[in-house]
């Protein structure tokens, strides 16, 4: 089987650095030596195991990337950067007809998906790329559609941890507000309890210190009205490799979706579980 071609951007970003290292290690896998970083990155490049990756700041981002399309395509993109640049980095990606990935949160979604779907590119877009996760959420919306209000009545407090540098609310758990909602229990993104203070995170919570540097952990605590009954789900996950490693089978994914001709179309994490 012919390897993959991969452009991981965000490097020197936690993610797309655990991306670019973990697909160097796959055999499926041939990660191109250059990323599209942000303007604030001072260095020209960073080396990931013995592979110098050239950083490629937005203004150069036009000229480079039409020479890495004209040596290395076809590839796929894979974006961990940062959520101001999403929307801009899915309109360059549709414009030059490059396949993406996108793990990056934030940025107005809407538009996002109607980049894709009016351009002849396709996409995995997904708030969350680790599978485990992304099947327990299918279980909410399967109990969302099937059981609506059975938690009518209840008070629902969503709570999630990061790691300090991470700048948006989890989209994990602005992912869950629409089950709860259908399942009678109001809440609005803007009640998501989000923790980004390290010692908070290790006295009160828990997170090992290995880990306060990159770790996501969320708590979803349903409460009945006279306060006699609770359930909680929690999903806590330190480190990154479950991510990377939904994030190169997303890759597989979209690699095959690309060869049967289909354009247009965005795929979620969903939908790479399903393998349809």
């Not at 937005?58 to 039409?66: A, F, M, N, W, Y």
Request: glycine share 8%.
């Amino acid at each position: 089987m012919d390897q993959i071609k991969i452009m991981v951007n965000g490097i020197p970003g936690s993610m797309a650095v655990n991306v670019a290292s973990m697909a160097q290690n796959d055999n499926r896998f041939y990660v191109i030596p250059y990323s599209l970083t942000g303007p604030e990155i001072q260095k020209d490049r960073h080396e990931i195991g013995s592979t110098g990756f050239g950083l490629i700041k937005p203004d150069q981002k036009e000229s480079l990337i039409l020479e890495l399309i004209k040596d290395e395509a076809p590839f796929i993109s894979v974006d961990y950067t940062h959520p101001s640049a999403v929307n801009p980095n899915a309109d360059f990606y549709c414009q030059k007809n490059l396949p993406f990935v996108m793990g990056t949160t934030g940025g107005d979604r809407k538009r996002l998906l109607e980049t894709v779907t009016t351009s002849d590119t396709s996409a995995v877009i997904s708030p969350n790329m680790a599978k485990q996760i992304v099947g327990f959420q299918a279980m909410m919306e399967y109990a969302a559609e099937h059981f609506k209000d059975l938690f009518k009545g209840y008070a629902v407090e969503i709570k999630e941890s990061h790691q300090e540098g991470k700048a948006d609310t989890s989209g994990t758990a602005k992912a869950m507000i629409g089950y709860f909602n259908k399942l009678g229990t109001p809440v609005e993104a803007s009640d998501i309890i989000m923790i980004r203070e390290p010692e908070i995170q290790k006295e009160e919570l828990g997170v090992p210190e290995a880990f306060i540097k990159g770790h996501a952990w969320h708590t979803y605590t349903l409460t009945s009205g006279d306060e006699t009954v609770r359930f909680k789900f929690t999903h806590n996950v330190n480190g990154r490799d479950i991510y990377a490693k939904g994030t190169l089978d997303a890759v597989v994914y979209l690699s095959q979706k690309i060869g049967e001709g289909i354009q247009g179309k965005v795929y979620s994490m969903i939908d790479v579980l399903k393998g349809v």
